[in-house]
């Protein structure tokens, strides 16, 4: 049973463009975000701290997500992505998957993957479309940075 992008998230319009930090940005992120609307630290897991991204690797974007609860990969995979889960805004969108340091993905669930940490497998952090083969979130609140 495939589910369809639009389906495994909240908004239904498409994707905004990438707002125009760091006036546009929380004011948890305004510090994460550079004048070109770019990563200004190294983003993190949070429960390992092994580096996903390097600074200046992703963009700051603002999009509603569904991500379910934080877990191990495996547990993550079998839940298929249902279940409890949170809303996320706030993401560092990447362009190209080479960009990423350290990331792992679940197996497919309907037409999404989620990421998870490569090293310790905790997750999820993002969310990548395939139908979208150059879109990956990072959702900020699930990741720390240095």
């Not at 495996?74 to 340091?101: I, K, P, Q, T």
């Not at 792992?104 to 497998?121: H, I, P, Q, S, W």
């Amino acid at each position: 049973m495939a589910a369809a992008c639009a389906e495994m998230e909240p908004a239904a319009a498409p994707p905004p463009p990438p707002s125009p930090p760091p006036a546009a940005a929380a004011p948890g992120s305004a510090e994460l975000v550079c004048a070109q609307g770019r990563n200004l630290k190294a983003v993190l897991c949070q429960r390992c701290g092994s580096r996903v991204l390097l600074p200046g690797a992703a963009t700051f974007a603002r999009r509603e997500l569904l991500l379910p609860a934080m877990r191990k990969k495996a547990a993550a995979a079998a839940a298929g992505g249902g279940g409890d889960g949170d809303v996320v805004r706030e993401h560092w969108l990447v362009r190209d998957m080479f960009s990423f340091e350290n990331v792992g993905f679940t197996r497919d669930v309907g037409n999404v993957k989620f990421l998870v940490c490569a090293d310790c497998e905790a997750g999820p952090i993002g969310w990548h479309c395939l139908d979208d083969k150059d879109s990956f979130y990072v959702a900020l609140e699930r990741v720390a940075h240095e």
